[in-house]
Protein backbone atom coordinates (compact mmCIF):
# COMPACT_ATOMS: atom_id res chain seq x y z
CA UNK A 1 0.00 0.00 0.00
CA UNK A 2 1.66 3.13 -1.17
CA UNK A 3 0.19 6.51 0.04
CA UNK A 4 1.46 10.14 -0.74
CA UNK A 5 -0.34 12.83 1.13
CA UNK A 6 -0.35 15.66 3.08
CA UNK A 7 -1.96 14.52 6.31
CA UNK A 8 -0.47 13.13 9.65
CA UNK A 9 -1.03 8.90 9.53
CA UNK A 10 -1.53 7.20 12.69
CA UNK A 11 0.68 4.67 13.83
CA UNK A 12 -1.93 1.66 15.76
CA UNK A 13 -3.59 2.47 12.79
CA UNK A 14 -0.91 1.54 9.99
CA UNK A 15 -0.18 -1.60 12.54
CA UNK A 16 -3.72 -2.81 12.12
CA UNK A 17 -3.46 -2.72 8.53
CA UNK A 18 0.03 -4.19 8.05
CA UNK A 19 -1.76 -7.00 10.34
CA UNK A 20 -5.02 -7.28 8.99
CA UNK A 21 -6.28 -10.76 7.47
CA UNK A 22 -3.37 -12.57 8.25
CA UNK A 23 -1.80 -14.77 10.76
CA UNK A 24 0.93 -16.08 9.46
CA UNK A 25 2.74 -12.67 9.71
CA UNK A 26 5.16 -13.14 13.02
CA UNK A 27 7.24 -10.64 12.21
CA UNK A 28 6.35 -6.49 12.20
CA UNK A 29 8.91 -3.88 11.47
CA UNK A 30 7.63 -0.29 10.89
CA UNK A 31 10.25 2.70 10.77
CA UNK A 32 9.19 6.34 10.83
CA UNK A 33 11.22 9.03 9.33
CA UNK A 34 10.59 12.27 11.52
CA UNK A 35 11.66 16.15 11.52
CA UNK A 36 14.66 16.72 13.77
CA UNK A 37 15.95 19.88 15.16
CA UNK A 38 19.39 19.88 13.49
CA UNK A 39 20.23 19.38 9.82
CA UNK A 40 23.80 19.65 8.21
CA UNK A 41 24.58 22.28 11.18
CA UNK A 42 21.50 24.30 11.03
CA UNK A 43 18.99 24.92 13.47
CA UNK A 44 15.50 24.03 11.71
CA UNK A 45 12.17 25.48 12.31
CA UNK A 46 9.86 24.12 9.74
CA UNK A 47 9.97 22.04 6.39
CA UNK A 48 8.42 22.45 2.97
CA UNK A 49 8.19 18.60 0.92
CA UNK A 50 8.17 19.33 -2.83
CA UNK A 51 7.29 15.99 -4.89
CA UNK A 52 6.90 15.23 -8.70
CA UNK A 53 3.44 13.73 -8.12
CA UNK A 54 3.15 12.12 -11.21
CA UNK A 55 6.38 9.95 -10.43
CA UNK A 56 6.38 9.50 -6.76
CA UNK A 57 2.95 6.97 -6.71
CA UNK A 58 4.73 5.11 -10.01
CA UNK A 59 7.82 4.94 -8.77
CA UNK A 60 6.75 3.94 -5.11
CA UNK A 61 4.95 0.98 -6.32
CA UNK A 62 7.23 0.05 -8.20
CA UNK A 63 9.91 -0.24 -5.38
CA UNK A 64 7.30 -2.09 -3.42
CA UNK A 65 7.73 -4.84 -6.27
CA UNK A 66 10.69 -4.50 -6.15
CA UNK A 67 11.24 -5.95 -2.81
CA UNK A 68 8.91 -8.48 -2.81
CA UNK A 69 10.25 -9.92 -5.66
CA UNK A 70 13.50 -9.79 -3.04
CA UNK A 71 11.65 -11.25 0.13
CA UNK A 72 8.32 -13.06 0.87
CA UNK A 73 6.65 -10.21 2.25
CA UNK A 74 2.83 -10.21 3.91
CA UNK A 75 1.84 -6.16 3.83
CA UNK A 76 3.60 -3.62 2.66
CA UNK A 77 2.84 -0.09 3.69
CA UNK A 78 5.03 3.10 2.04
CA UNK A 79 3.22 6.68 3.43
CA UNK A 80 5.35 9.78 2.39
CA UNK A 81 4.40 13.25 3.81
CA UNK A 82 4.51 16.31 1.64
CA UNK A 83 3.73 20.13 2.34
CA UNK A 84 4.41 22.06 5.45
CA UNK A 85 5.59 20.10 8.28
CA UNK A 86 6.42 21.23 11.50
CA UNK A 87 9.50 20.28 14.12
CA UNK A 88 8.92 16.51 15.50
CA UNK A 89 6.68 15.65 12.67
CA UNK A 90 6.37 12.34 10.86
CA UNK A 91 7.76 12.31 7.20
CA UNK A 92 7.58 9.21 6.34
CA UNK A 93 6.05 5.26 7.11
CA UNK A 94 8.00 2.51 6.15
CA UNK A 95 6.04 -0.88 7.14
CA UNK A 96 6.51 -4.23 6.28
CA UNK A 97 5.11 -7.47 7.74
CA UNK A 98 6.37 -11.20 6.92
CA UNK A 99 6.30 -14.64 8.92
CA UNK A 100 9.77 -14.30 10.12
CA UNK A 101 12.04 -10.87 11.29
CA UNK A 102 14.79 -11.22 9.10
CA UNK A 103 12.71 -10.61 5.77
CA UNK A 104 11.05 -7.90 7.76
CA UNK A 105 14.31 -6.12 8.72
CA UNK A 106 15.86 -6.21 5.24
CA UNK A 107 13.05 -5.11 3.04
CA UNK A 108 11.99 -1.94 5.49
CA UNK A 109 15.75 -0.83 5.28
CA UNK A 110 15.74 -1.51 1.52
CA UNK A 111 12.66 0.46 0.67
CA UNK A 112 13.82 3.23 2.77
CA UNK A 113 17.72 2.91 1.42
CA UNK A 114 15.97 3.09 -1.91
CA UNK A 115 13.46 5.34 -1.48
CA UNK A 116 15.87 7.91 -0.14
CA UNK A 117 18.22 7.90 -3.66
CA UNK A 118 14.97 7.61 -5.89
CA UNK A 119 12.26 8.79 -5.22
CA UNK A 120 11.20 12.47 -6.38
CA UNK A 121 11.13 14.38 -2.84
CA UNK A 122 12.59 17.58 -1.73
CA UNK A 123 12.96 19.21 1.43
CA UNK A 124 13.32 22.59 1.65
CA UNK A 125 14.22 24.08 5.20
CA UNK A 126 12.91 27.26 7.20
CA UNK A 127 16.28 27.83 9.49
CA UNK A 128 17.02 30.47 11.96
CA UNK A 129 16.47 34.14 10.86
CA UNK A 130 13.76 33.08 8.65
CA UNK A 131 15.94 31.75 5.66
CA UNK A 132 14.89 28.98 3.34
CA UNK A 133 17.40 26.56 2.19
CA UNK A 134 17.06 23.22 0.34
CA UNK A 135 18.58 20.10 1.65
CA UNK A 136 21.81 18.72 -0.16
CA UNK A 137 21.73 15.13 -0.65
CA UNK A 138 23.81 13.21 1.18
CA UNK A 139 26.53 10.65 0.10
CA UNK A 140 25.94 8.34 2.99
CA UNK A 141 22.76 7.48 1.11
CA UNK A 142 23.98 7.04 -2.12
CA UNK A 143 26.33 4.00 -0.93
CA UNK A 144 23.27 2.88 1.53
CA UNK A 145 21.18 2.40 -1.90
CA UNK A 146 23.97 1.37 -3.62
CA UNK A 147 25.13 -1.92 -1.49
CA UNK A 148 21.52 -3.34 -2.61
CA UNK A 149 22.73 -3.70 -5.79
CA UNK A 150 24.27 -7.08 -5.10
CA UNK A 151 21.46 -8.29 -3.28
CA UNK A 152 19.48 -7.28 -6.22
CA UNK A 153 21.75 -9.17 -8.75
CA UNK A 154 21.61 -12.21 -7.45
CA UNK A 155 17.88 -12.98 -6.50
CA UNK B 1 5.72 17.51 -28.69
CA UNK B 2 7.82 17.04 -25.48
CA UNK B 3 6.67 18.39 -22.01
CA UNK B 4 9.93 19.54 -19.92
CA UNK B 5 9.37 19.72 -15.96
CA UNK B 6 11.56 21.45 -13.11
CA UNK B 7 11.71 20.86 -9.86
CA UNK B 8 12.89 22.40 -6.40
CA UNK B 9 15.89 23.77 -6.55
CA UNK B 10 16.83 23.48 -9.84
CA UNK B 11 12.82 24.89 -10.85
CA UNK B 12 13.99 28.60 -8.32
CA UNK B 13 17.47 28.49 -9.92
CA UNK B 14 16.22 28.20 -13.61
CA UNK B 15 12.98 30.37 -12.62
CA UNK B 16 11.08 28.08 -14.95
CA UNK B 17 8.70 25.35 -14.41
CA UNK B 18 7.83 23.70 -17.83
CA UNK B 19 8.69 24.20 -20.91
CA UNK B 20 6.89 22.40 -24.23
CA UNK B 21 9.97 21.52 -26.80
CA UNK B 22 10.12 18.86 -29.72
CA UNK B 23 13.01 17.27 -28.57
CA UNK B 24 12.14 13.70 -30.05
CA UNK B 25 15.31 11.89 -30.86
CA UNK B 26 17.49 13.81 -28.56
CA UNK B 27 19.29 11.69 -26.03
CA UNK B 28 18.56 12.87 -22.70
CA UNK B 29 22.42 14.43 -22.06
CA UNK B 30 22.21 16.55 -25.43
CA UNK B 31 19.32 18.10 -24.12
CA UNK B 32 20.92 19.54 -21.13
CA UNK B 33 23.32 20.80 -23.61
CA UNK B 34 21.20 22.50 -25.81
CA UNK B 35 19.51 24.25 -22.69
CA UNK B 36 22.43 24.68 -21.48
CA UNK B 37 23.01 27.08 -23.98
CA UNK B 38 20.36 29.88 -22.98
CA UNK B 39 22.68 31.45 -20.40
CA UNK B 40 25.31 31.74 -17.60
CA UNK B 41 22.74 31.01 -15.13
CA UNK B 42 20.80 27.81 -16.96
CA UNK B 43 24.71 26.38 -18.15
CA UNK B 44 25.90 26.27 -14.53
CA UNK B 45 21.99 24.59 -12.84
CA UNK B 46 22.18 22.27 -15.84
CA UNK B 47 25.66 21.39 -16.20
CA UNK B 48 27.64 21.99 -13.40
CA UNK B 49 25.14 20.42 -11.00
CA UNK B 50 24.13 17.03 -10.50
CA UNK B 51 20.96 16.49 -12.16
CA UNK B 52 18.68 13.49 -12.31
CA UNK B 53 16.72 13.21 -15.68
CA UNK B 54 12.90 11.25 -15.93
CA UNK B 55 11.33 10.36 -18.93
CA UNK B 56 7.71 9.44 -18.56
CA UNK B 57 8.30 9.56 -14.76
CA UNK B 58 11.24 6.89 -14.38
CA UNK B 59 14.78 7.60 -14.46
CA UNK B 60 17.27 7.39 -17.07
CA UNK B 61 20.65 7.76 -18.10
CA UNK B 62 22.45 10.60 -19.82
CA UNK B 63 22.70 8.50 -23.10
CA UNK B 64 18.70 7.29 -23.54
CA UNK B 65 16.48 8.57 -25.91
CA UNK B 66 13.60 10.73 -25.71
CA UNK B 67 10.30 9.66 -27.72
CA UNK B 68 7.43 11.75 -29.73
CA UNK B 69 5.54 12.98 -26.79
CA UNK B 70 7.59 11.72 -23.93
CA UNK B 71 7.42 13.71 -20.95
CA UNK B 72 11.02 14.82 -19.66
CA UNK B 73 11.58 15.54 -15.91
CA UNK B 74 14.89 17.67 -14.66
CA UNK B 75 15.45 17.64 -10.83
CA UNK B 76 18.71 17.51 -8.13
CA UNK B 77 19.09 14.80 -6.28
CA UNK B 78 16.49 13.80 -4.40
CA UNK B 79 16.45 14.95 -0.41
CA UNK B 80 13.33 13.06 1.00
CA UNK B 81 12.41 10.11 3.46
Known sequence: MIRVQQADFDMNQEYQALISDNSSS???VMFV?????????HQIDELYLEHYPEMTNKYLSQLERQARALWPLENVSVIHRV???QLEDKIVLVGVSSVHREAA???????????KTNAPFWKKEVIEGGHNRWVEANHKDTIAAAQWAEVERLA | MNKILFFAQLRERLECDELDLDVAGLSVGE?????????KRWQKWLLDKDVLVAVNQALVAADSRI????????FPPVTGG
Open chain 1, 105 to 115: FEAAQYLMDLL
Open chain 1, 26 to 28: GAV
Open chain 2, 67 to 74: GEGDEVAM
Open chain 1, 83 to 85: GPL
Open chain 1, 33 to 41: GRVRDVNQG
Open chain 2, 31 to 39: LRQQLAQKN
